[in-house]
């Protein structure tokens, strides 16, 4: 073979700019490129030995090797595969775009049934070692019979020279990087280390650290050339079992990640073992859903239901996406849908690019059914657990169902799918479904849903509504004001009033339709009244069970609601200031307000009807955590002249 010099050719008119631009978005992506590259090659002579087309040595053990040299300021990355004839160094190398991996593919068509196990991006992902270097070589011998070892030098212009190799000597390759001087970090065995297990930790070719295989020399156990002896003769000993070797090199990665078994051969601690170790957690998952899917595209993968906080703001979830066990971005949510991203897993998807735009992946249909088939594999699980483990589902519902109606806020179809699984806990502390819920209290308050949103302030009411066997669904969350609304819009005619909006006719006594109960109405109402003036909007005379509570407040649904918006908003100048309605409702069966109004018209007794009435008010804002400061002073100075007064009698 000659020495050769000549220009890399550029194929593509405009693909310089692109390959730039998409090398340059992470800088570290440039070892995940050479790592896959190395595996794509084991890959590559593999499956030729496989089809009869190479020769292998008996129970070789295959691996891409990292090495680091500080002192020379090299990093190079070498393996095993295929390796390259000189001609072959001319195709993929010198002309950029031009693929490797679509080549072999193309070749082979007919003797495999697929391509998708091949990373095959060697011509492209190959110029990312330009990022950092000011020189590249490549060392190089094909697995073809006679082949002779290739050097290949580039120092990042376009031109290159190609040479005998002296340094190659076994089928392979070896890529080694000059690193440049604003580069310098990746000179640094931790930071390596950290980038290989960010991006490879599943790559199906064991990746070494040279550091490593020094370490198990110096101790005797192995030399890094004869590494597959030593593994060889372990057998299937498990990673665990391997740490336990003294001085026995151990991979960075897990060449069969869990996602890849069927779920039917997988047990409840490998999944909580994988979630634990992928994701740095000591908690344990809810549970998971396992993806597994060959038709119409290729999809595994593995999601798990962590314990989620009820602010749904503050939760972040990681899904890790990976195309051929290469580890392509965390949280994609043109690929998983936005609301899934508070969950926790790995999605393996062969069928997408290892990089593209993100415009693309908006655009692209493969994209958008991927999408909704990972959606609809969590509505199905949902569901089952709800038919089939029904007491497990709702010990779950505290801890998911935020992620759920956030979901179903997201993405309608997701509702759709999954309303049915839809529960909610009640003051009485079971689980209901909103169609339970209604059906019971049809003849009560037909279409309309009563709930909590704060069970500490607003006890009195509940105790008022167990008074009278009556139920309230608790919603207690940030994200139910919006869910409220949402279930309105979809569930038309059915109506959500907070427990103290509203008292309807059910919670009134059976006297309040006599002639005699009117006039005490009446008369309370102007007594109230006469001396409050407008501090509440609205007033209301009841005959409550309860004979211990005087009066209580209700605030109106509708306005209450508008008030909150207006305060989730408070920058954006609404053009209204909305006021919340309160009524107080006064309990004429309480012996307080019978007193009072026997007093209404006593005329020596109408400093203290008024303090009372005004007393009885607050106490009612009180408990619904209702008085300002202002008012709260006003209050503590009343109750003063309140024991001032007694004191005397």
């Known amino acids: 073979m000659s020495f050769e010099k000549g220009n890399i050719s550029i194929h593509t008119e405009n693909i310089f700019p692109i390959i730039k631009k998409w090398l340059y978005s992470d800088k570290d992506i440039f070892i995940r490129e050479l790592i896959s590259n190395g595996c794509d090659a084991v890959n590559k002579f593999k499956r030729l030995v496989t089809l009869g087309e190479a020769e292998c040595p008996e129970n070789e053990k295959f691996r891409v090797i990292v090495s680091v040299n500080k002192e020379e300021g090299t990093l190079s990355f070498s393996d095993n595969g295929i390796g390259m004839t000189e001609e072959e160094v001319k195709k993929y190398i010198n002309q950029v775009a031009f693929s490797g991996a679509e080549d072999f593919v193309q070749k082979y068509k007919e003797k495999i049934s ?60 070896t890529v080694t990087l000059f690193i440049d001087e604003d580069s310098k970090e990746f ?89 634990k170790k992928v994701f740095h957690s000591f908690d344990e998952p ?95 699980k949902l569901n089952s657990l709800f038919k089939n483990e029904r007491e497990t ?22 509702y759709d799918k999954i309303k049915e699984s839809l529960i909610f806990k009640t003051i009485n502390g079971k689980y209901v479904t909103l169609k339970d819920y209604l059906e019971n209290y049809k003849e009560k308050h037909e279409n309309k849903v009563f709930y909590v949103s704060d069970e500490e302030q607003q006890s009195q009411y509940i105790k008022l509504f167990k008074d009278y ?35 309807s006719e059910i919670l009134k006594g059976k006297e309040e339709s006599s002639e005699e109960h009117k006039e005490r109405a009446k008369n309370l109402e102007e007594l109230f009244k006469g001396i409050l003036g407008d501090k509440v909007k609205n007033y209301s005379v009841e005959s409550l069970k309860n004979e211990e509570t005087p009066a209580m407040i209700l605030v109106d649904e509708y306005s209450r609601r508008m008030k909150e918006m207006q305060s989730r908003f408070a920058g954006a100048n609404l053009p209204m200031n909305f006021q919340e309605e309160k009524t107080l409702v006064i309990n004429d069966n309480n012996p307080i307000i019978q007193k009072l109004l026997s007093l209404k018209d006593v005329e020596d007794k109408k400093e203290q009807v008024s303090l009372i009435c005004n007393q009885i008010l607050d106490l009612a804002l009180i408990g619904n955590k209702d008085l300002n400061a202002e008012q709260l002073d006003e209050f503590i100075k009343r109750s003063n002249k309140l024991i001032s007064l007694f004191i005397t009698l």
């Open 114 to 173: 697929e391509g998708n196990d091949i990373i095959g991006h060697f011509g492209l992902g190959f110029y990312s070692a330009f990022m950092v270097s000011t020189k590249v070589e490549i060392d190089t011998l094909s697995y073809t019979q006679d082949a002779k070892a290739v050097k290949w030098v580039c120092e990042g212009g376009i031109e290159y020279e190609i040479a005998p190799s002296e340094s190659r000597s076994e089928r392979g390759t």
């Open 187 to 275: 000179l640094e065995e931790y930071k390596v280390r950290e980038i290989i297990t960010k991006y490879c930790s599943f790559l199906p070719v064991e990746i070494y650290l040279e550091s490593d295989l020094n370490k198990a020399s110096e101790d005797g156990i192995v030399d890094a050339e004869i590494i597959e002896d030593s593994n060889k003769a372990e057998g299937d000993v498990n990673s665990e079992e391997k740490e336990d070797k003294k001085g026995l090199p151990k991979p960075l990665n897990d060449t069969t990640p869990l996602w890849l078994k069927a779920p039917k051969d997988c047990t409840e601690q490998e999944y909580k073992e994988f979630y």
């Open 286 to 380: 809810l549970f998971w859903i396992h993806l597994n899917v060959d038709y119409p595209f290729n999809l595994k993968g593995i999601l798990y239901f962590p314990k989620l906080k009820n602010e749904f703001e503050l939760i972040e979830g990681e899904v890790k996406l990976y195309n051929n066990q290469v580890f392509v971005a965390d949280n994609i949510k043109e690929v998983i849908p936005e609301f899934l991203l508070l969950l926790k897993g790995v999605i393996d998807c062969p069928d997408l690019p290892l990089n593209v735009s993100r415009s693309f992946l908006q655009n692209d249909r493969d994209v958008s059914k991927i999408s909704k088939h990972i959606v609809k594999k969590v509505a199905d």
């Open 393 to 414: 589902y709702e010990g779950f519902w505290d801890d998911i169902q935020v992620f759920i109606k956030f979901g179903c806020l997201k993405d309608e179809g997701f």
């Open 469 to 503: 066997d009556l139920d309230a669904i608790i919603l207690n969350t940030t994200i139910d004001n919006h869910f409220i609304s949402f279930l309105e819009y979809k569930e038309a005619g059915i109506s959500f009033s907070r427990i103290d909006s509203d008292l």
